[in-house]
C-alpha cells in the first residue's frame, strides 16, 4: 500500500499540518506503510499552462481578479510540478493537506482515492486581515472549492467540529465530513522545570491582525498599568510587525516586550515560559494551543472556533471573549498573581493535550480512514496503537 501525504507549503516549515505529517509518515513507515510526502516549492512560478475547468462552478466569470487568478496559476504550477517530479509514480490512496494540493492530484490520478484535511480557512484570513470582503468575488470563488473538494474527493476531513460547522452552508453535507483533530509527537515537547521570578508570557503566530496581537498588547499594557510584572515574548513574523512595535511603544510596553521574528523550532524555547496567550480572532484548530499544553504551561485563548474545543474555561485555561482587551487583561491578570492556580491549569492542559492530541490517536484514526477507502490492513502490521506504544515506552 503507497500513500502519498500532499502537502503545500513544504514540510520543513513550522507548525500546523507542516509540522506534524512528516511524523505521521515516520509512524506509518514503521507500521510497514509505504508513505511519500510531497509538496510545491516556493521558488516554482508561473510554470503550469493547462486549462482549470472545476465540476460544480464556473470560475471564469471571476478572472481578472488577482487573488482568483494566483490561485487558479498556483493550482496549475502545481498541476505542472506533479507531472514532472512523480511521473510514472503509482499510489493506492493519496492524502491532500491543502485544497490545491488535492484538486491538483485528482486531476492527475483521477482514479486514485483521494482524502483531504481542510486544516484552515484562507478566505476567513483574507477577510480579518482587510484584504477581501465577505462576500465578495474572491471570497465567492475560495469557498465555492469546498464544494468541488466535496464533489471530486472521496473522504473530506477536518480539525474541530467548529470548523466543519463554518464549512455547512457550502457543502452539500455537511454531515458526512470527519473529524480529526492534529496530533503531536510528545518527544517534540517536553516540560522543563524552571522558576521564572516575572511571569513570562508568550504567544507564537504569524503577525497578521487575525491573531490579534494587537489586543494582546492592549491588554498587557493594562495588566501593567495595575503594576503587576511580566515579560511578553512574540515569536513570528509577518506584514504588520512594525506597526505592532510602533503600537508596544505607543503603549509603554516596549521595554518589557520582545519580538523575536521567525523561529523554525520555537518548541525548543517554549518551556522556559509559564503562559502561552493568542487572542485569535478566529481559528480553525489552533495547533499551537496543544503544542504550548505539552511544554507544561498555562493557555489563555479566545473563545473562538477550535480554540474554545481545546480549552474549558477554568479547568484547563482560561478562555476571554473575543476583540476585549479588558477581560484578556483580567485573565493574565489572574495567573501573575496566582501561580498555583497558573499551574493547575497548565497540569490540566498537559493531561488533555497527552490524551486528545496524541499522535498515536492521530495514526488510529487515519488508519481507519485509509482502510474504509481500500487501504490494505495487512500491509500496516500491527495495529497503531499497540506499536505506538510500545515505541513510546
Same mark, same amino acid.
Request: proline residues 5%.
Given at each position: 500500500m503507497n500513500v502519498l501525504q500532499a502537502l503545500f507549503f513544504p514540510p520543513e516549515q513550522p507548525g500546523g499540518v507542516s509540522s506534524m505529517v512528516p511524523y505521521i509518515r515516520e509512524r506509518f513507515r514503521k507500521l510497514g506503510w509505504e508513505m511519500e510526502l510531497f509538496s510545491l516549492p516556493r521558488r516554482i512560478r508561473n510554470k503550469g499552462q493547462e486549462e482549470i475547468e472545476f465540476d460544480t462552478f464556473d470560475w471564469h466569470p471571476l478572472a481578472g481578479n488577482a487573488i482568483v487568478d494566483k490561485y487558479i496559476q498556483t493550482l496549475k504550477d502545481y498541476i505542472w510540478w506533479t507531472k514532472l517530479r512523480l511521473k510514472d509514480s503509482k499510489f493506492d490512496l493519496i492524502h491532500a493537506h491543502h485544497p490545491i494540493a488535492a484538486l491538483a492530484m485528482k486531476a492527475i490520478y483521477p482514479d486514485v482515492p483521494v482524502v483531504m484535511t481542510v486544516h484552515s480557512s484562507f478566505e476567513r484570513e483574507l477577510i480579518l486581515n482587510g484584504k477581501i470582503l465577505e462576500g465578495g468575488p474572491e471570497h465567492r470563488f475560495l469557498t465555492s472549492v469546498y464544494g468541488e473538494l466535496e464533489h471530486k474527493c472521496e473522504r473530506v476531513l477536518t480539525v474541530s467540529h467548529s470548523f466543519r460547522g463554518y464549512l455547512a452552508p457550502y457543502l452539500r453535507d455537511s454531515e458526512a465530513v470527519g473529524v480529526i483533530p492534529n496530533g503531536y509527537d510528545e518527544k517534540r515537547f517536553k516540560p522543563i522545570s524552571h522558576e521564572n521570578e516575572v511571569t513570562q508570557l508568550v504567544t507564537i503566530c504569524r503577525l497578521v491582525p487575525a491573531k490579534g496581537i494587537d489586543l494582546l498588547l492592549?491588554?498587557?499594557?493594562?495588566?501593567?498599568?495595575?503594576?503587576?510584572? +511580566?515579560? $511578553?515574548?512574540?515569536?513570528? &513574523?509577518?506584514?504588520?510587525?512594525?506597526?505592532?512595535?510602533? !503600537?508596544?511603544?505607543?503603549?509603554?510596553?516596549?521595554?518589557?516586550?520582545?519580538?523575536?521574528?521567525?523561529?523554525?523550532?520555537?518548541?525548543? !524555547?517554549?518551556? +522556559? +515560559?509559564?503562559? +502561552?496567550? $493568542?487572542?485569535?480572532?478566529?481559528? =480553525?484548530f489552533g495547533s499551537v494551543f496543544a503544542e504550548a499544553a505539552l511544554c507544561l504551561l498555562s493557555l489563555v485563548g479566545t473563545d473562538v472556533g477550535g480554540i474554545a474545543e481545546q480549552i474549558e474555561n477554568g479547568v484547563n485555561g482560561l478562555?476571554?471573549?473575543?476583540?476585549?482587551?479588558?477581560?484578556?487583561?483580567?485573565? $493574565?491578570?489572574? $495567573?501573575?498573581?496566582d501561580p498555583h492556580y497558573r499551574y493547575e491549569l497548565a497540569r490540566a492542559a498537559w493531561n488533555k493535550a497527552k490524551k486528545s492530541? =496524541?499522535?498515536?490517536?492521530?495514526?488510529?484514526? !487515519?488508519?481507519?480512514?485509509?482502510?474504509? !477507502?481500500?487501504? &490494505? &490492513?495487512?500491509?500496516?502490521g500491527d495495529e497503531p496503537e499497540e506499536q505506538a506504544r510500545g515505541e513510546e515506552a
Open positions: 492592549k491588554a498587557c499594557a493594562e495588566v501593567q498599568q495595575r503594576g503587576h510584572r +511580566f515579560v $511578553l515574548h512574540i515569536i513570528g &513574523d509577518g506584514p504588520i510587525r512594525e506597526e505592532l512595535e510602533a !503600537l508596544a511603544q505607543e503603549l509603554g510596553i516596549y521595554e518589557n516586550t520582545i519580538f523575536y521574528g521567525y523561529m523554525l523550532h520555537p518548541e525548543e !524555547l517554549m518551556p +522556559f +515560559f509559564d503562559v +502561552f496567550v $493568542l487572542p485569535s480572532r478566529a481559528e =480553525s478562555l476571554v471573549p473575543a476583540e476585549n482587551p479588558a477581560a484578556l487583561a483580567e485573565a $493574565l491578570e489572574s $495567573l501573575i498573581l492530541y =496524541s499522535l498515536t490517536r492521530v495514526i488510529s484514526e !487515519l488508519k481507519k480512514v485509509y482502510s474504509d !477507502l481500500g487501504a &490494505d &490492513d495487512l500491509a500496516a
